[in-house]
């Protein structure tokens, strides 16, 4: 079975210009978690979907948002690009609603904001 | 707030001792407890987790234990090996309400000298 895929796994951005990345969930599972990983902060929760729906989100600004599909897919978006955005972003997916299921990791986009 | 502080930051064995990494979670409705190891890379990839109801599990070289009482859990690897070297990060979930929202520890880098 294929594990998480991000795409793209690199991008580079212009401070003030906007993003989206896109994760594909392990084959059968609906909910998608987004984190984002950078050295000061280490790994912060962004926003989670189930069934298309945002079932919680992190306190980040309202520049990131996300979205999921009928077919589990998710996207995020980060707006107006800031400096300090650059970060590895990990998209993860678990098998159903209920907490305590198994979370598993993609590879990660890593965006540089310039 | 939720928080979870990680301990050591950095770790070195000799190849064949035992390793282990201790966290603690300020949340006491926490009760999902998983360790990712992430190489460079990578995403972090989920090597063992533990549920509130049970106090230790073990798979092979690794083993987890939990103090629900004292609101800490370790990671122990047994007999280390040079591939074992990654950073390992703790987690923590409250498990309710539909939510899979992990709090991150600040992660251990562990280096296993042959």
């Known amino acids: 079975k294929a594990g998480v895929t991000q795409t793209p796994r690199y991008l580079i951005k212009t401070r003030g210009q906007q993003v989206t990345l896109s994760c594909s969930p392990i084959s059968g599972h609906r909910s998608v978690s987004w984190y984002q990983q950078t050295p000061g902060q280490g790994l912060q929760f962004l926003f989670e979907y189930f069934s298309e729906t945002q079932r919680n989100k992190g306190n980040f600004p309202g520049r990131f948002s996300g979205r999921q599909f009928s077919n589990s897919r998710s996207e995020m978006n980060v707006s107006t690009l800031e400096l300090g955005d650059s970060a590895l972003y990990l998209c993860a997916s678990s098998i159903g609603a209920l907490a305590m299921n198994e979370q598993y990791f993609g590879p990660g986009t890593r965006l540089t904001v310039t | 707030g939720e928080n979870v502080e990680q301990h050591p930051s950095t770790l070195s064995v000799q190849e064949g001792d035992s390793a282990v990494i201790k966290c603690t979670y300020s949340d006491s409705a926490s009760n999902y407890f998983p360790w990712y190891k992430q190489e460079l890379g990578k995403g972090p990839q989920l090597i063992i987790d533990?549920?509130?109801?049970?106090g230790e599990k073990k798979d092979q070289r690794i083993a987890v234990t939990l103090n629900k009482t004292a609101k800490h859990f370790s990671l122990h690897i047994t007999e280390t090996q040079p591939e074992d070297s990654a950073v390992y990060f703790c987690?923590?979930?409250?498990?309710?309400?539909?939510?899979?929202?992990?709090?991150f520890g600040q992660g251990t880098t562990l280096q296993v000298k042959p």
């Open positions: 533990i549920r509130s109801n049970v």
């Open positions: 987690a923590a979930s409250k498990g309710s309400g539909n939510t899979g929202k992990l709090i």
